[in-house]
């Protein structure tokens, strides 16, 4: 069981929006930034988000982030097949002194 | 342009040591805005971070870890180390290391392509 809890899965088709969850606690997402992270099949994970809601460059704006007390939210509109992917929570985790990860949520954009 | 590149043996036996390197271009290891830190993903599975090491060489490791795990940096060669001692069939695993911002800003903006290691006698 992962400290940051997400979906396992979620899907949309093509041009819609989707929403992926990420709920902690205040050890960790209530007390530290949150980061997102972007695993394409086959490559390395790829900051999406970081700072909660702020998007490295290149990023386009169709991904956002939010956060709300001890949960976040990463946000994906304008759907892309290019977006099919693993997508991962983290933040650190100040009772447990560790970096945290979500279990990763897996995007099908059918 | 920040580059991480990971290298060592694809194979352990168990209960031997498992040993990689990061090598880091385009930064020096020694910038005091970051942290280096190594990362692993069991096929299939999700994230699990090991630990990371400071550039004047303290480090932080993974509670889950910490018997088991070494880190070092080397600045002169600009490169990072990981040691795992004991090594099981559980740490089978595809190995980053990455860079994380420092000053508790706790995101990780550049990673290594990984490397594959198999715990298998």
């Known amino acids: 069981q992962s400290v940051l809890t997400q979906p396992p899965s979620v899907s949309a088709a093509p041009g819609q929006k989707v929403t992926i969850s990420c709920s902690g606690s205040s050890s960790n997402i209530g007390n530290n930034y949150l980061s997102w992270y972007q695993q394409l099949p086959g490559t390395a994970p790829k900051l999406l988000i970081y700072e909660n809601d702020k998007r490295p460059s290149g990023i386009p704006d169709r991904f956002s982030g939010s956060k709300s007390g001890t949960s976040a939210t990463l946000g994906i509109t304008g759907l892309q097949t290019g977006d099919e992917a693993d997508y991962y929570c983290?933040?650190?985790?100040?009772?447990?002194?560790?970096?945290?990860f979500g279990e990763g949520t897996t995007l099908s954009v059918l | 342009q920040v580059q991480l590149q990971e290298s060592g043996p694809g194979l352990v036996k168990p209960s031997e040591t498992l040993s990689l390197t990061c090598s880091v271009s385009g930064d020096s290891i020694k910038n005091s805005f970051y942290y280096w830190s190594w990362i692993r993903q069991p096929a299939g599975k999700g994230l699990e971070w090991i630990g990371r090491?400071?550039?004047?060489?303290?480090?932080n490791y993974n509670p889950s870890l910490k018997s088991r795990v070494t880190m070092s940096v080397d600045t002169s060669s600009n490169q990072f180390s990981l040691r795992l001692t004991s090594v099981t069939a559980a740490d089978t695993a595809l190995y980053y290391c990455?860079?994380?911002?420092?000053?508790?800003?706790?995101?990780?903006?550049?990673w290594g392509q990984g490397t594959p290691v198999t715990v298998s006698s």
């Open positions: 090491i400071f550039p004047r060489g303290n480090t």
């Open positions: 990455a860079r994380e911002l420092g000053s508790r800003r706790y995101y990780f903006d550049s």
């Open positions: 983290a933040t650190w985790d100040n009772s447990l002194n560790t970096w945290v």
